[in-house]
């Protein structure tokens, strides 16, 4: 089975602090994603990245950036922490040769910025 | 414009009973595929079932079957049999194109379930 870990489930970060987020995935995949979920809007696409050192601008990338030093990992950086970034961050990642396989998602992370 | 819409925010089914959950989708390629996920109380997002745009059969995977109505842009998912299992978020995804790039989904809104015993 596929796994996409996310370094943590709970996080509680205050305003102004850089915030880092990880994900790591077993399946070799090519590609993988940032998204953010609140009530009522979905997901929304932070960035993406569909190769090592490689990376892309989702929906909403402002006060994020993004790193993929390594194929399997997928890091989420919020530079100075606002509260409005508190939310539900969901990583995932697909291969990129098949384009009707699905996105496998890991578990989230909750964050909340005081 | 919204290229995945969702307009039920929330639905009841009886237990054992069948379900639709309404998702409607705008693109102008014809190339696209369509994905459902359901989201537990718990935070994970699990695959359900993809339609290809040139699928000619209405995908199938045990109790879920999709009512693909491409003319209309639809893509309702249907679920058989409820369980209470079954009561989760559901989210409708949109693959444009036929790239073998990032292919990155447009998710809507969502709708949430609830089985009822």
């Known amino acids: 089975d596929v796994k996409v870990t996310q370094s943590s489930r709970y996080l509680v970060k205050r305003t102004g602090e850089k915030v880092f987020l990880e994900c790591v995935q077993d399946m070799d995949h090519e590609n993988m994603f940032w998204y953010r979920q609140d009530p009522g809007l979905g997901l929304r696409l932070i960035y993406f990245?569909?190769?090592?050192?490689?990376?892309e601008k989702g929906d909403i990338p402002e006060g994020y950036s993004v790193s993929r030093e390594k194929k399997e990992r997928f890091s989420l950086i919020l530079e100075s922490a606002s509260t409005n970034q508190t939310s539900m961050y969901l990583c995932?990642?697909?291969?990129?040769?098949?384009?009707?396989?699905?996105?496998?998602f890991g578990d989230g992370t909750r964050l909340s910025i005081l | 414009a919204q290229k995945i819409t969702q307009t039920q925010p929330g639905m009841f089914v009886q237990e054992k009973e069948a379900v639709t959950l309404d998702c409607t989708y705008d693109?102008?390629?014809?190339?696209?595929?369509l994905f459902w996920y359901k989201q537990p109380s718990s935070g994970e997002m699990i695959f359900l079932i993809y339609?290809?745009?040139?699928?000619?059969q209405n995908a199938t995977e045990g109790r879920y079957s999709l009512n693909f109505q491409k003319a209309r842009k639809s893509a309702n998912l249907v679920i058989s049999a409820s369980q209470l299992g079954d009561s989760a978020m559901y989210f409708c995804?949109?693959?444009?194109?036929?790239?073998?790039?990032?292919?990155?989904?447009?998710f809507g809104t969502g709708t949430r379930l609830t089985v009822i015993p």
């Open positions: 990245s569909y190769d090592v050192k490689m990376k």
């Open positions: 995804a949109m693959r444009e194109g036929d790239q073998t790039g990032a292919n990155n989904l447009f």
């Open positions: 339609q290809g745009s040139y699928d000619q």
């Open positions: 995932a990642s697909s291969f990129r040769m098949l384009s009707n396989q699905p996105q496998h």
């Open positions: 693109t102008s390629d014809p190339s696209y595929g």
